[in-house]
Every structure is written in structure tokens, then in C-alpha cells.
């Protein structure tokens, strides 16, 4: 079982940064594949962001490639999200996910078991 939490969001400008965590208990969440998401009102939940278990292996939506950075610290128990650039049409509630597939980082939602409650992200111009 995993437990998820994130922190970080807030209220910034057109063209600022945000850096948003996601901390996770849990005896497996090393053995995760992380993923952050994000939904708009009125919108799906999207793929933002992927992460596999080492670390070493990072999956990006082309809406936020260049701008967003994934890293995870298993030692710590934690996901980040580096959101870089940030634009309005950015603004959403993130939500970070672990997977437990084994084999593939997943970009489906419907792929993800655990989830945090979501932090809202307002971007203004």
C-alpha cells in the first residue's frame, strides 16, 4: 500500500517556476513507477509527467516538455515536479500516482493504483 501526498502548489505569474512534491509512505514505493497528472475544470484527468522505479527512465506529455522536470528520491520517499515557464493554460489541480506495473512506465491513468488528493496550480497572466 501507498500513501501520497503533495505539497507545493500555489499562485504564480506567466513565465515563473513552481516546484511541487509529492511524498509517499509506503515498504514498496521504491519499486514504483510515479507519474504526476493534472486536470483542468471542465477536462480529463491528462498525463503530465512519468518517472520508473530507478529514476533513470522519464516520460514527458509534449504540452509540458522542455518546461517540466521529474525526479524522484527513493531514499527520501519523494516525487517532484520542476515546473519551469509556466503558462495559464497550465493551471490545473496536479495529482502525483504510483503504478505498480512491473515491467513499463505507464502513461495511462487507468494504469496508476494509488493517488494523492491533488494540489491546485493557478497561473496567471
Known amino acids: 500500500q501507498v500513501q501520497l501526498v503533495e505539497s507545493g502548489g500555489g499562485l504564480v505569474q506567466a513565465g515563473g517556476s513552481l516546484r511541487l512534491s509529492c511524498a509517499a509512505s509506503g515498504r514498496t514505493f521504491s519499486s514504483n513507477a510515479m507519474g504526476w497528472f493534472r486536470q483542468a475544470p471542465g477536462k480529463e484527468r491528462e498525463f503530465a509527467a512519468a518517472i520508473n522505479w530507478l529514476g533513470s527512465n522519464t516520460f514527458y506529455a509534449d504540452s509540458v516538455k522542455g518546461r517540466f522536470t521529474i ?5 527520501e520517499n519523494t516525487v517532484a515536479l520542476q ?8 493551471t490545473a489541480v496536479y495529482y502525483c500516482a504510483a503504478s505498480s506495473r512491473n515491467y513499463y512506465t ?14 491546485q496550480v493557478t497561473v496567471s497572466s
Open 71 to 75: 525526479s524522484r528520491d527513493n531514499a
Open 83 to 90: 515546473m519551469n515557464s509556466l503558462k495559464p493554460e497550465d
Open 106 to 119: 505507464p502513461r495511462d491513468k487507468n494504469d496508476y493504483d494509488y493517488w494523492g488528493q491533488g494540489t
